[in-house]
């Protein structure tokens, strides 16, 4: 093991305190991974037993990755499970399914009562404008109830949907338009952010120019200024209070598809990946069980935008296949104050939170005095995912968020539809750093880059070895780009293409993509090695490090650093002593910059392709319309063109 994965992976288990272990979970978890030992279909089996079938499968799995096939005859309905199943017990129909607030501080709450009522009859509007089963839709809306309702109408009929995100440009909507060739796109008028208005609807009109299969767009009135309708156009409330009985429900094959979603097309044209119904619908089920660990009384607010993957597992399917009580908010968490975060939580009585690791880092920017200010005595877990959670942050959330509270940090993919390596809530002891364990029904390794599995310590890359309910089933009419993208470097295996290491404990630590790793000098290393160097120092708030071309080396790492005070040499000085003491001088610093503002999506990625672009080109070369607030793009290119520190 060398030295710097050994410093890396050396944190210690923190033991759960009393407080926030759970019997019931600790006693699920045992049964669960004792069936796993046993066979991972007899897990699926025992998760399969809690959904609601409309005709009993004959067998959990066939085939096997690349083409497999699980609930094998088994007939179901995502939205009966998500929603009807629970409009229908006297004792939850009037539970809250979820509570919204809009950026502007309005605010709506619906029961599961009052969401079967507006899902069931906007199915019904989706049919009489022509959508039939395996037709597409699209969904251009922020986060607000209407995207819950949309979603599970083209459940409840057999649509399959297609979330764009709402910050999409015309262009970047365009092209995902043309490839889904929706029947009907539901779109807000605009959405509120950091106090502006997104035109959503101007921009739909101008995107949807090219994609002659629209025949409808369905409006909703967000911003309360009245809608001014063209041709084909349809206001979404008239819709719904035109129907009189909710569409019946489509009973789907268990492999049907139900949704695509898109990845980000930095370097190619976006794929349009595609979730299955009943697999999909049981692996976020157990995602969230496990992960979140629905209890009596939850509020679980997923901080995420409704155009990332992690929204619909965690909430939209997963959260609500539970019974949860879902926290909905439209804007930006540090907007229009750095309070907001916490004001949401204490409003809407918030006792679980998932958000991406940028947004504890974002908090623990903002000091501990708004953590004392705002002790949040309901918040019992933090769980992050979406990115790399370093060692300091989950120390200082942990420490500091609701007085101490657990931070389960959790790791999965688009593609593999939901995170499938975490502690288990109430259950598993936490390592700064990691992402635990992987959850029962899933099988990983770590292989050299001819496909051998290394040893634990080692470096490799991170691959699955069996098919499990929620990965992808195929790339939208493109079957071979999946079989070409994620089976072929590694016969036998799912490629993650993320870089990995093992410890003797069994927990996964995520180094990163493996186009992340740089050769200096004829060594290899990860970004994210250095990176967490250094984030680990006091001074710095935020940081991130790619790797950018030499003329000498090849390759030399690229530091992006917000600091915390007033005296950057002495700072930038002692981050690029510790890089080279740590790791050694092959991985000097060969460039250090100093910004304000990092370019981050909605949910609080950090996006590094474009400080890689950026500093190798000096502007961007891929798809900017996902980016937060644009100006911090200028802001990193103006400091580039400065020079490093």
């Known amino acids: 093991m060398s030295d710097n994965i050994k410093d890396l992976i050396s944190s210690p288990l923190i033991p759960l305190a009393p407080e926030w272990r759970s019997d019931q979970y600790e006693a699920e978890a045992d049964h669960a991974r004792a069936l796993h030992k046993e066979g991972s279909d007899r897990y699926w089996d025992w998760v399969g037993d809690h959904l609601r079938w409309l005709q009993r499968y004959e067998s959990v799995v066939e085939g ?5 096939r699980y609930y094998v005859g088994g007939l179901i309905n995502v939205a009966d499970n998500c929603v009807d199943r629970w409009a229908e017990d006297p004792v939850t129909r009037d539970k809250y399914a979820v509570v919204w607030e809009g950026e502007p501080g309005d605010v709506r709450k619906v029961t599961y009562a009052e969401l079967a009522h507006e899902v069931g009859r906007l199915a019904a509007g989706l049919v009489d404008l022509g959508v039939e089963r395996g037709d597409v839709v699209a969904i251009y809306l922020p986060n607000m109830v209407e995207a819950f309702a949309a979603i599970h ?40 952010r950091r106090t502006k208005l997104v035109p959503l609807l101007e921009t739909l009109r101008k995107a949807r120019t090219t994609v002659p299969s629209i025949r409808s ?10 809608l001014s309708l063209e041709e084909n156009e349809i206001d979404y409330h008239e819709l719904v209070d035109q129907q009189s009985t909710p569409a019946p429900l489509a009973a789907m094959d268990a492999n049907d598809p139900a949704f ?45 935008d409704v155009g990332w993957l992690t929204f619909p597992i965690q909430a939209v399917v997963g959260g609500l296949a539970n019974g949860m009580t879902i926290a909905c908010y439209e804007g930006a968490l540090d907007s229009p104050t750095p309070e907001r975060f916490y004001e949401f939580c204490e409003s809407h009585n918030v006792t679980k939170v998932l958000a991406a690791p940028t947004v504890l880092r974002m908090l623990r920017g903002f000091g501990d005095e708004l953590t004392v200010c705002h002790p949040l005595p309901k ?28 931070v389960i940090n959790a790791y999965g ?76 470097q590694f016969p036998g295996y799912y490629a993650t293409s993320d870089e990995a290491v093992v410890d003797d404990d069994g927990h996964v630590w995520v180094l990163g993509r493996a186009d992340d790793v740089i050769n200096i000098a004829a060594h290899r290393i990860s970004t994210a090695e250095i990176e967490a160097i250094v984030s680990s120092h006091p001074r710095v708030m935020e940081a991130a490090v790619v790797g950018v071309p030499d003329d000498t080396k090849g390759t030399v790492p690229a530091a992006f650093v917000i600091l915390h005070d007033e005296d950057p040499e002495a700072a930038v000085q002692e981050i690029r002593n510790a890089v080279s003491e740590r790791l050694g001088k092959y991985a000097a610093l060969g460039h250090v910059y100093l910004i304000a503002a990092m370019p981050k999506t909605r949910t609080g990625k950090l996006m590094r392709r474009l400080l890689r672009d950026i500093a190798t080109y000096g502007e961007p070369q891929g798809d900017t319309s996902a980016v937060e607030d644009s100006a911090a793009i200028d802001v990193v290119a103006r400091a580039v063109r400065a020079g490093s520190n």
């Open 260 to 304: 695509l979603i898109f990845t980000s097309g930095t370097q190619s044209r976006p794929k349009g990946l595609v979730h299955s119904v009943g697999g999909f619908l049981a692996g976020t089920w157990a995602n969230t069980h496990w992960q979140a660990g629905p209890e009596d009384g939850d509020v679980y607010w997923v901080a995420a």
């Open 153 to 192: 109408a083209c459940n409840r009929i057999g649509a399959i949907y297609t979330v764009l995100f709402a910050g999409f440009s015309e262009e970047a909507a365009r092209s995902r338009l043309e490839q889904a060739k929706p029947k009907v796109v539901v779109v807000a008028d605009a959405s509120y």
């Open 379 to 406: 918040l019992k877990l933090v769980t992050a995912q979406g990115e790399l959670l370093d060692s300091e942050t989950f120390n200082w959330a942990t420490e500091n968020l609701a007085g101490g509270v657990p």
């Open 64 to 68: 096997d990755l690349g083409d497999f």
């Open 217 to 226: 767009t369905i409006v909703i009135d967000r911003t309360g200024s009245g």
């Open 413 to 488: 993919q688009t593609e593999t539809g939901s995170t499938w390596s975490y502690p288990i809530y109430g259950v598993d002891d936490l390592k700064p750093g990691s992402a635990g364990r992987p959850v029962p029904g899933h099988h990983c390794r770590v292989v050299d880059d001819n496909g051998v599995p290394v040893e634990a310590g080692v470096k490799g890359n991170l691959v699955l070895a069996h098919p499990f309910p929620t990965l992808a089933r195929t790339v939208w009419n493109e079957h071979d780009r999946y079989l070409e993208t994620y089976f072929t």
